[in-house]
């Protein structure tokens, strides 16, 4: 299999079952969507939550088979808690919405095989870029990972932990009824509400994240979600549908659209240029 090379690195947010606008989104960025290939200069993390929702799960699981099996590392996977959902016995929460078996079958054998992962990294000219389905709380940071200074330290220790399903990887906070919890693990913490504080009150990030799962920002609402304070905080970015938090040196990235039934109206993946995926390895 053919290294990784520096160039584009496509980060795309929650699909929920919307084909046709995740489709187009992979042509607009040169992708041949028939074939599952993608342009020599282009890498895609997709970081979790394909399915449920919108109106096509078991197609947006077919189309990733395909880029995972024709692109090789050139699509990195990571699982959201949707996906997750099909991964513990019983599931951890209802949801009205269930793939058939040959799909849930699918998102358990990515697992198994090590074609999905939990954390990516990103190198990038200027520091290292940490993606993950919800983002990386600062008691997690700390307590959980012992601190890392990179992005690509961070990652590894988050893929070792859930490889041997560390149940930490997947702790839950207020998403699942629990108190707020600054530890919330990487597919579960609620941006607004756990996320984001625990990073403010830390006062600096040691990297850039980015994160899909939830929102700061109501869309329709054009409202904070979570805590008001937050709301001078928030770079607001309404055509892409992506939330910028400064603190310190480092940047916070929210990049969930927002899909639902329907697609939400405007939207695009955030993409990275001189980059690299430098994890998962």
Do not use: C
Request: charged share 20%.
């Amino acid at each position: 299999m053919a290294a990784r090379q520096r160039g584009r690195v496509a980060v795309f947010g929650d699909i929920g079952g919307q084909l046709g606008e995740f489709s187009r989104a992979l042509t607009d960025l040169g992708a041949d969507v028939a074939a599952g290939l993608l342009p020599a200069d282009l890498t895609v993390i997709q970081l979790g939550d394909l399915v449920h929702r919108g109106p096509d799960s078991p197609g947006v699981l077919d189309l990733v088979a395909r880029f995972l099996s024709a692109s090789g590392d050139q699509w990195v996977q990571l699982t959201g808690n949707h996906e997750e959902q099909y991964l513990f016995v019983p599931p951890r929460f209802h949801w009205p919405e269930h793939l058939d078996e040959q799909h849930g079958d699918l998102i358990r054998w990515w697992w198994r095989s090590r074609q999905m992962a939990v954390a990516a990294a990103v190198d990038l000219p200027d520091g290292q870029v940490l993606v993950t389905h919800a983002g990386l709380t600062e008691g997690f940071w700390r307590k959980m990972l012992g601190a890392p200074e990179s992005a690509a330290e961070a990652a590894e220790r988050i893929n070792s932990m859930a490889s041997v399903f560390k149940r930490p990887v997947f702790r839950a906070g207020t998403m699942l009824g629990d108190p707020v919890d600054f530890t919330a693990g990487p597919v579960w913490a609620a941006s607004g509400l756990e996320l984001l504080p625990s990073w403010l009150i830390a006062g600096d990030l040691p990297f850039d994240l980015v994160h899909g799962h939830s929102s700061a920002w109501n869309w329709r609402r054009k409202q904070v979600m979570g805590d008001e304070a937050l709301r001078p905080h928030l770079q607001i970015d309404e055509q892409h549908r992506h939330v910028r938090v400064q603190i310190g040196d480092h940047t916070v990235t929210g990049i969930d659209p927002g899909h639902g039934a329907k697609a939400a109206p405007r939207w695009a993946p955030l993409v990275l240029t001189d980059a690299l995926v430098v994890q998962p390895a």
